[in-house]
């Protein structure tokens, strides 16, 4: 299983960006898939994750409002739109997955990140 996540980069304050994640080896479909994000010097914390049985989705205190995680069913992929970004939210940013349905307490599989700097 390889989860590939894409889409980072450098944009201003206040700018957006939209994260894919896609897997091979796994059909993302069946099962929740999370974004998390860590920052330098700064521990990993879960950004979103995303339900595979009705679609509900979590979201971190820090992102809810500007951030929204869905699927692409055709694509079979899971996106992470990050609108009003601020600098605070500049770090790697990984998806990952696991075998349950529900957002679970620990992945199993996870992408080799994907850079977002927010800075002027």
């Known amino acids: 299983v390889q989860l590939q996540a894409s889409g980072g980069g450098l944009v201003q304050p206040g700018g957006s960006l939209r994260l894919s994640c896609a897997a091979s080896?796994?059909?993302?479909?069946?099962?929740?898939v999370g974004w998390f994000r860590q920052a330098p010097g700064k521990e990993r914390e879960r950004v979103s994750c995303i339900n595979a049985t009705d679609g509900s989705t979590y979201y971190a205190d820090a992102v809810k409002g500007r951030f929204t995680i869905s699927r692409d069913n055709v694509k079979r992929t899971v996106n992470l739109e990050m609108n009003r970004l601020k600098p605070e939210d500049t770090a790697v940013y990984y998806c990952?997955?696991?075998?349950?349905?529900?957002?679970?307490?620990?992945?199993?599989?996870w992408g080799q990140g994907t850079l977002v700097t927010v800075s002027s």
């Open positions: 990952a997955t696991a075998h349950s349905s529900w957002c679970p307490r620990i992945y199993d599989y």
């Open positions: 080896g796994i059909t993302l479909d069946y099962y929740a």
